[in-house]
């Protein structure tokens, strides 16, 4: 069964959902990233039995977000079909003057997942090393490393953790030989298909609108660049979703 363990159901990108979770056949984790998107992935994960979601801030939004925001995020962790914290992290690549108060609240997001035992959905942009040294200060949690986009050395650094790294479209890209020497360099126990939809579309169908049935795109050049059939890219990708988001 395919599992898509990061999309955005909620993008404005999507006239029909009901058609998008029907071309699916699988499992599709959609992600918040502010108070609107929160409140949109509670509303798809009760309209729809094969979604679940993952609440959290963005860093984008460290400078406007509120605190009932968090008190919201805080309520609704427990909510059964909620899987996890994200997508949350840093990003430095258009805003590096707010680095402290990215900082955190990526923290104060970490303390939550704690308290919650939630897996956390990492975002990071142009601050990998940044995000790597607050991981440390939580070693106890799980993580996935959501449309991971650095070195094959730095991943095999994160591999301290409970991690898996999320891999998505780019793997296809004529320009994604990094993250080809990741999932050559890694090993199927830590890798998780992901689209990012509507965003990252895999080839043949770059630049156009993603959807979570191309993750099938996504297992095809993993097992076309580790050797072996999409078939058990596929199985062991939905073992390693289920034990790391503690699906039921």
Known sequence: MLIDTHCHLDDSAYESVDEIVKNMNGIMITAGCDQK?????????????NVYGVLGIHPEYVNSYREE???FLEKHLKDAKIVGIGEIGLDYHYDSESKEKQKDLFERQ?????KYHKTVVIHSRDAILDTYEIMKKHPTLKYDLHCYGSSLEMAKRFLEFDVCFGIGGVVTFKNGEKLKE??????????????????????PFRGTRNEPARTDLVAAKIAELKGISKEEVIEKTMQNAIRQFDLK
């Open 182 to 203: 990741v999932v050559k360099g890694i090993d199927m126990a830590y890798l998780m298909l992901e689209t990012d939809s509507p965003y990252l579309s895999p080839e």
């Open 110 to 114: 970490l303390i939550l997942a704690e």
């Open 37 to 49: 998107s929160n409140e949109a992935v509670l509303a798809l994960t009760t309209k729809y039995p």
């Open 69 to 71: 925001d968090f008190t």
